[in-house]
């Protein structure tokens, strides 16, 4: 009988699986891509569904979902740690492992759902800050040359979202990741003005880590963006589009109050929640079994029992409402598998 995805996404949405496998080590891993890459099926690697859309046809090849577990570290008392964490590993159990372990840094990435092997793709980031700043290196399987690849940092290509590991979406499988953190009881200068005002302190002064994680996880929870079962609002993978990043000239075409964050390129970076908002997207907005979060416009969420074809319905609609009034395109975050926006 055939597993359905459903189970394995966030969205709670996705047909079938023809083949699942469950990748408990670096070996059963390396063995099932190589196995399947041999017979020349389709392929697709998950770790915790957390930002891909599964169509309701669901996927005719082989899932291996990534379950590889194991943290090493090795530390020193000047200059921190490097701490090498296998891909299978969650994503928030490691940053409240690092925390309790004394290591500073991770904090405000705190309640990121996924695991640790997805998290250089988009190169995660919240409130002020990137796994990027983190990563020392990456391990690979290249499933071009059928060979172990390890990136460097500069060799990742990290950028806004991005990675060389998206850009070559399908090419490599990261094995594990290794991070580079410093010891200490103070976080990093808070950076988010709205996470500054929780803490009551300015942007740039610090506040103690455990404290920066409880107050991240609070204004993640009221936005939806922690995952709960039992709550709607957070059967989503998290922010559907990525925030656009325009011309100068186009961002001058904006209107005055639109929030505006320049880039070293030259470019401008702008909100794509605002754009929705003024685009007449409303919270709460249903579409048949899809909707608008009621907490945060920017995730488009399962009410119960929608078809991936109802949330992409709603995201055509969504972008098309932008485009008219702003002639801008907004790029989906959200991996597809099976499915297309345009
Ligand atoms: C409620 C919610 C809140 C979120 N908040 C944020 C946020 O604040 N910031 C942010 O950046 N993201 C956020 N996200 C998105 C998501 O959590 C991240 O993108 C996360 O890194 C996805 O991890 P995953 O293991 O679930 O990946 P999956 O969804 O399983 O996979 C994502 C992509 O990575 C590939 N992949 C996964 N593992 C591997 C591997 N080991 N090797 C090669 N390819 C692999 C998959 O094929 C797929 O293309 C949020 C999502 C949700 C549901």
């Known amino acids: 009988m055939p597993e359905s995805l459903r189970d394995y996404t966030s969205l709670h949405i996705g047909g079938p699986a023809k083949k699942l496998l469950h990748a408990k080590s670096e070996e059963e891993l390396v063995a099932a891509v190589r196995t399947t890459d041999e017979a020349n099926e389709p392929l697709l690697i998950i770790g915790g569904g957390s930002n891909i859309l599964v169509g309701d046809s669901g996927f005719d090849g082989t899932v291996v979902r990534v379950e590889t577990k194991g943290i090493s570290a090795t530390v020193d008392a000047c200059s921190g740690g490097m701490i090498t964490v296998a891909a299978g590993e969650g994503w928030d159990d490691f940053v409240a492992w690092s925390l309790t372990q004394g290591f500073v840094g991770l904090e405000t990435l705190s309640g990121i759902p996924g695991t640790i092997g997805a998290s250089p793709i988009q190169n995660i980031g919240a409130y002020g800050h990137e ?8 391990r690979t399987w290249d499933r071009k040359t059928n060979s172990y690849r390890t990136f460097s940092n500069s060799e990742c290509e990290f950028e806004y979202r991005s990675s060389i590991f998206k850009k070559e979406r399908d090419r490599y499988v990261i094995i594990d990741v290794t991070f580079q953190i410093e010891k200490g009881e103070l976080g990093l200068p808070i950076k988010y003005e709205e996470l500054a005002h929780a803490l009551k302190v300015e942007i740039d002064q610090r506040a103690l880590v455990d404290q920066v994680r409880s107050a991240v996880l609070s204004l993640r929870a009221l936005k939806g963006m922690l995952l709960d079962s039992k709550d709607h609002d957070t059967w989503s993978a998290g922010s559907f589009f990525v925030n656009p990043i325009v011309s100068a000239e186009i961002a001058a075409m904006l209107p005055e109050d639109a929030p505006r964050w320049p880039q070293s390129s030259g470019k401008v970076k702008t909100s794509a929640a605002w754009l929705m908002e003024r685009s007449g997207i409303r919270k709460g907005h249903c579409h048949e079994g899809a909707g608008v979060s009621s907490k945060h416009v920017l995730a488009l969420v ?17 972008r098309a409402a932008v485009r008219e009034k702003f002639g801008i395109t907004l790029e989906p975050e959200v991996q597809f598998v099976g499915l297309t926006l345009d």
């Open 302 to 318: 399962n009410n119960g029992n929608a078809k991936a074809s109802d949330v992409i319905e709603l995201a055509r609609a969504s």
């Open 131 to 138: 796994v990027a700043e983190f990563i020392a290196r990456v």
